[in-house]
Structures are given as C-alpha cells and as structure tokens.
C-alpha cells in the first residue's frame, strides 16, 4: 500500500493559504495591495470584530469585466506576468494570482466589481473555495471585497486567533504601513461603526507619519535624500534620543513595498553609528527606489522580504544617507564621563542630583543580546563598606574588609525600585502623587487600543491613565516612588513589550510592568552621585532579598579579594 498520496484540491488549498492568510491583518494587506494596482485613489477598509466577523475593502479603481471577475477566483490568474523573465522586472504589489483563491478558500466571500464605462458590475459568491452564484448588479465604479467569518472551516487556526482589539490593532498597523508611500490615495478605516482614522490624499506626510511615530519622534524628524544611479535613498530619522527597544518604529519601503528586512536595518544602525546605544532600535523611515531587474521581490510567501542582487551597494548608500540626515543632531550626542572622579574627601557639586529626589532623563542600561537568566553569585557582606569613589559616573567603588566591591549603581538601584514596588503591591500600599495639572500624552492608533485594552495593569501600580479621546490620554497620577521620569517613553516601552508576541497576563504581566518601571526609576549610568548616596545605595541594596542580581537577570556587583589583586598583579605567583 502506498504511503504517499496527492492531497485533496481543498486541503492543498487551505495549506496554501495558511502560508499567505495569517490573521485578518493578512487579508487587508493582500487587498489593499489589489486596490494600489487598480489605480484606485480612494480606498475604504471596514471591520467587525477586529476582523474575525467581516473584512471590507472597497476601492475606486479599473474594476474588473465578469470574465476576469471569475478568473481572479483561480489559484495563479494574474494580469502582471505573463513569462518566466516578468519576475525580474515586476513593479505592481500582487503578481502570484495567489491572494483572492487563498482568502476564499478560508472565508465566505463576496466580490462586487464594475469595470469603467460599463452598465452593471458583477458579484460573485463563494464559501470555503467553492463557487456559489455569479450574478449582474448595479454598483460603483471600482471593486468591493468582502471576507465574512474568516477560518471558519478552520478552526484550529480560528482558535488562535487573539482578542478583537488585539487582531486590529495589527489591521491598523497595516493599513498605516501601507498608506505611507501612497499619499495621493485616500484610505479610511472603521471597526463597526466607528470610525478608526481618515487620511485624505495629500501631498504632505505630516499627518500619516503622526499616526506611525511617537509625537515627538515626528515632530523632531530630519530628512535627507541621495541619488545615484537606478538607486535613490529617502530617509526621514528621529534623533538617536527617541530610540526604542524593539524596531516596531523602524519603517523600510522599496519601491513602495514595505519589508522587513535585517540587511537594511542593520544599514540605519551603521548610519546612526555611535549615536544609537546598544540594544536600541532607532524610529526612522527608508524609502529605496531601485531598478526592479536589481530586486528579487519573489522570496517570501507574504512578499515581505527581497533580496537585492548588489546589497553591498545598498547597504552603504543606506548607511551614508543616514549618517548625512543625522549630522545636523550632532550635538544631542552626550559628552563621555570623566573617566574616575574621587569622592572621599571632598562633597559633590552643587548642580548633582540626588538619587531620591531628582534625575536625568532616562538613559537606559541595555546590551542588543538578551539578557542572561538570572545566576546566583556569592553572596557579599555589605556592612559598613568604605566608599573609595565613583568610576566614569557608572561604578561605585568600595573598600571591604577582604577586598575591593565594585557596584553598577544602575542596576543596584533598579533591583531597589524593584522590590519595593513588587512589595508595596503585594501590602496594596503603592503610595500615589497625584498630579497638579494631569499630563497629556500622544500615542499612536496602535498603542491607544494596548492601552484600552491593559492599561489596568499601569492603574494598579499606580499610573492612572484617562482617555482624552482621539489618541489622546492625560496622566493623572504616578507612583511617589518615582521622580522625574519620562512617563511617555515608560508607557510605550510597556506597550512595546505586550506586542512582542509573548503572552502576557496576570501576574506575569504585572511584573513585567514593575520591571520597565525600575529601569525607568532607577540612576542612570552617567549621573553623579555624593559620597552620601552611594553609601545609602549599597545600604539598601544589602537590604534586599535578592541583591546579586537586576530584574532582568545581569550581575550588580563585581567583588575582587586582595589575594585575587595581588595574583593580577603578579604579587603572588
């Protein structure tokens, strides 16, 4: 008996389309891709249940004749190639004729398409892949696609599914992402009734880059634009201040295709150069035209990746635009430390801050690998140590009885705010500062529906958020623990976090809360700090349950024993 078999047409088709269709935000993508080459300048999404009950997409394009209506249903029916060469040099967004047969192949759908100059359109039914009536309507120029109750014959990808809100805020994303190069488009978004945004066709990207960056990353945008020959760069960048821990603000366009592409973010990087700290992804848009026959756009199922036959060209123009866009920023790169500044004898200025009571904008202590998992390291007697010094504003350095301690004060004293935070939740007695005047903040559409959705979390450690409408949010109260704190980039960094893909709930989720709040909190790497306070922060580190390690897993302290100095030196043999 045969082992292998040919599947049946259905099952073969709902594997197809599980390697195109991913969730709803894969079914806008795809249609939205069909309207760009239809010619349409207006193009409506609308959404029910963040895309689960009804996706919607209408559009004022060429339109197709009943004949080609019914062709676009079979898997491989394109208009934009017709040879084997034609992949070299195509320029449109769809060409595999795959899109249409893999969202009907998961979904109950409805086109409705009136060509130009013609009387009546044609609508076409189907339900999981099988055609279910062809018939002549009146309707506007153009097409409307509607997908009903997606993987409703697949349950076992519907199930994995996230909540509504979840599933559109990646349709939002999307439709974001694909409405930036194309400003002489209009595109509108409703969930229900409701309506998400409206960006009007305009020569001025102002507007659609609001709703893709961080308010203050748009507004501090520096622009800068290089060509050579079938290669022109266009970057707008965000100074290397307003970078972030995850690239979701990084945007690479080529030829008007969004990717995401390594090769070409490791280029912004390079650009940035020491700018940009370790482990931080800059907020920053790429647009690469380039001759198609130099691209390879047919690598990835979703046609999110290319491959670009000179990358090395690339990758330096890429890099050298960006290094150019940046130079006017030059001076918001911080000066180095003084490599060691002694302490002993002598009281800090007066302009340091204390480390309870007011800090410097938050830098934070990062490094691009994950971090290690917390490892236990010989326990340290902290009594009464001798305060030798600070290192390059970084170190504490203090004399023990049987050696030398070396202490990162970041890290110390995110493990301080740490617990203390973890504990006064545990005794509900997170002591609050309310506000004078609440403190308005700008989000993206994105992080304004995390927000809705798990901003209970903030409220009970103390960060009490009210929707001011729009994207609008206003900060009404914080914890007293924390001083002078960049509330704005905290928040997003949360929002970041729950968009990583890791599940998060409950406690687990509260904890990652806490941690992204110690960091916040906590000394910066660079500030100065008086004898007085570096002793009090060793105190209280010894006070602390686990104080050989920072929540996120690095050591806090280095400590070097005489006989072990003494064989660095060479003392003893």
Same mark, same amino acid.
């Given at each position: 008996m045969n082992t292998i078999r040919i599947l049946p047409e259905k099952i073969a088709s709902q594997i197809a389309a599980g390697e195109v269709i991913e969730r709803p935000a894969s079914v806008v993508r795809e249609l939205i891709d069909n309207s760009i080459d239809a010619r349409a300048d207006r193009i409506s999404i609308k959404t029910e249940r963040g895309g689960k009950g009804l996706i919607r997409v209408s559009d004022n394009g060429i339109?197709?004749?009943?004949?080609?209506?019914?062709?676009?249903?079979?898997?491989?029916?394109?208009?934009?190639?017709?040879?084997?060469?034609?992949?070299?040099?195509?320029? #449109?967004?769809?060409?595999?004729?795959?899109?249409?047969? #893999?969202?009907?192949?998961?979904?109950?759908l409805e086109i409705t398409s009136l060509p130009d100059k013609a009387l009546l359109g044609n609508r076409v039914t189907m339900s999981g892949g099988k055609l279910l009536s062809v018939e002549e309507v009146g309707a506007p120029q153009g097409t409307?696609?509607?997908?009903?109750?997606?993987?409703?014959?697949?349950?076992?990808?519907?199930?994995?599914?996230?909540?509504?809100?979840?599933?559109?805020?990646?349709?939002?994303d999307a439709v974001l992402r694909a409405a930036m190069p194309f400003r002489k488009i209009s595109f509108r978004l409703e969930e229900g009734e409701r309506e998400i945004f409206h960006l009007p066709a305009s020569s001025n990207p102002s507007l659609r880059l609001s709703h893709l960056m961080d308010r203050m990353a748009g507004?501090?945008?520096?622009?800068?634009?290089?060509?050579?020959?079938?290669?022109?760069?266009?970057?707008?960048?965000?100074?290397?201040?307003?970078?972030?821990?995850?690239?979701?603000?990084?945007?690479?366009?080529?030829?008007?295709?969004?990717?995401?592409?390594?090769?070409?973010?490791?280029?912004?990087?390079?650009?940035?150069?020491?700018?940009?700290?370790?482990?931080?992804?800059?907020?920053?848009?790429?647009?690469?035209?380039?001759?198609?026959?130099?691209?390879d756009v047919n690598v990835h199922p979703a046609k999110q990746e290319i491959k670009f036959q000179n990358g090395q060209q690339v990758f330096r123009a890429v890099a050298a635009v960006v290094h150019q866009t940046l130079k006017p920023a030059a001076h918001l790169v911080p000066k180095r430390p003084e490599p060691f500044t002694?302490?002993?004898?002598?009281?800090?200025?007066?302009?340091?801050?204390?480390?309870?009571?007011?800090?410097?904008?938050?830098?934070?202590?990062?490094?691009?690998?994950?971090?290690?998992?917390p490892i236990k390291a010989p326990s340290m007697d902290f009594k009464a140590p001798e305060i030798i010094g600070q290192l390059g504003n970084m170190y504490i350095l203090c004399q023990m009885d049987d050696g030398l301690l070396l202490v990162d004060q970041h890290a110390a004293h995110e493990?301080?705010?740490?617990?203390?935070?973890?504990?006064?939740?545990?005794?509900a007695n997170i002591e609050i500062q309310n506000l004078l005047l609440p403190y308005e903040m700008e989000f993206s559409l994105k992080e304004k529906g995390v927000l809705?959705?798990?901003?209970?979390?903030?409220?009970?450690?103390?960060?009490?958020?009210?929707?001011?409408?729009?994207?609008?949010?206003?900060?009404?109260?914080?914890?007293?623990?924390?001083?002078d704190v960049n509330w704005q980039m905290l928040i997003s960094e949360f929002i970041s976090k729950l968009d990583e893909g890791v599940p998060l709930e409950g406690v687990h989720l509260t904890d990652e809360a806490i941690?992204?709040?110690?960091?916040?909190?906590?000394?910066?790497?660079?500030?100065?700090?008086?004898?007085?306070?570096?002793?009090?922060?060793?105190?209280?580190?010894?006070?602390?349950?686990?104080?050989?390690?920072?929540?996120?897993?690095?050591?806090?302290?280095?400590?070097?024993t005489y006989f072990e100095l003494s064989k660095m030196f060479k003392r003893i043999v």
């Amino acid at each position: 008996m045969n082992t292998i078999r040919i599947l049946p047409e259905k099952i073969a088709s709902q594997i197809a389309a599980g390697e195109v269709i991913e969730r709803p935000a894969s079914v806008v993508r795809e249609l939205i891709d069909n309207s760009i080459d239809a010619r349409a300048d207006r193009i409506s999404i609308k959404t029910e249940r963040g895309g689960k009950g009804l996706i919607r997409v209408s559009d004022n394009g060429i339109g197709m004749g009943r004949d080609d209506l019914l062709l676009c249903l079979e898997r491989h029916a394109t208009s934009k190639i017709k040879i084997a060469s034609d992949l070299s040099s195509v320029t #449109s967004f769809g060409f595999r004729g795959e899109a249409i047969p #893999s969202i009907a192949a998961v979904s109950r759908l409805e086109i409705t398409s009136l060509p130009d100059k013609a009387l009546l359109g044609n609508r076409v039914t189907m339900s999981g892949g099988k055609l279910l009536s062809v018939e002549e309507v009146g309707a506007p120029q153009g097409t409307i696609v509607a997908v009903k109750n997606l993987f409703f014959n697949m349950p076992a990808r519907r199930k994995f599914l996230k909540t509504p809100r979840t599933e559109m805020n990646h349709i939002v994303d999307a439709v974001l992402r694909a409405a930036m190069p194309f400003r002489k488009i209009s595109f509108r978004l409703e969930e229900g009734e409701r309506e998400i945004f409206h960006l009007p066709a305009s020569s001025n990207p102002s507007l659609r880059l609001s709703h893709l960056m961080d308010r203050m990353a748009g507004k501090s945008l520096l622009s800068g634009e290089n060509s050579q020959k079938d290669l022109h760069i266009a970057v707008h960048a965000a100074p290397a201040e307003f970078a972030r821990k995850r690239a979701d603000r990084l945007f690479v366009y080529v030829n008007g295709r969004n990717i995401k592409d390594r090769f070409v973010t490791k280029a912004i990087i390079e650009g940035y150069g020491q700018r940009l700290m370790k482990g931080r992804y800059p907020q920053a848009l790429v647009f690469i035209t380039i001759d198609p026959a130099q691209i390879d756009v047919n690598v990835h199922p979703a046609k999110q990746e290319i491959k670009f036959q000179n990358g090395q060209q690339v990758f330096r123009a890429v890099a050298a635009v960006v290094h150019q866009t940046l130079k006017p920023a030059a001076h918001l790169v911080p000066k180095r430390p003084e490599p060691f500044t002694n302490l002993k004898s002598g009281e800090a200025p007066q302009s340091a801050p204390s480390i309870f009571k007011t800090v410097e904008p938050y830098v934070p202590a990062t490094v691009r690998e994950p971090p290690p998992a917390p490892i236990k390291a010989p326990s340290m007697d902290f009594k009464a140590p001798e305060i030798i010094g600070q290192l390059g504003n970084m170190y504490i350095l203090c004399q023990m009885d049987d050696g030398l301690l070396l202490v990162d004060q970041h890290a110390a004293h995110e493990r301080i705010v740490y617990e203390t935070l973890q504990k006064s939740l545990r005794s509900a007695n997170i002591e609050i500062q309310n506000l004078l005047l609440p403190y308005e903040m700008e989000f993206s559409l994105k992080e304004k529906g995390v927000l809705l959705e798990k901003g209970h979390v903030l409220a009970q450690l103390g960060i009490e958020l009210d929707h001011f409408g729009g994207n609008t949010f206003l900060l009404r109260s914080v914890p007293a623990l924390l001083k002078d704190v960049n509330w704005q980039m905290l928040i997003s960094e949360f929002i970041s976090k729950l968009d990583e893909g890791v599940p998060l709930e409950g406690v687990h989720l509260t904890d990652e809360a806490i941690k992204i709040m110690a960091c916040h909190g906590a000394i910066r790497a660079g500030q100065h700090l008086t004898p007085t306070e570096m002793s009090d922060l060793v105190r209280q580190l010894s006070e602390m349950d686990l104080p050989t390690n920072c929540p996120h897993g690095r050591p806090i302290f280095k400590s070097f024993t005489y006989f072990e100095l003494s064989k660095m030196f060479k003392r003893i043999v």
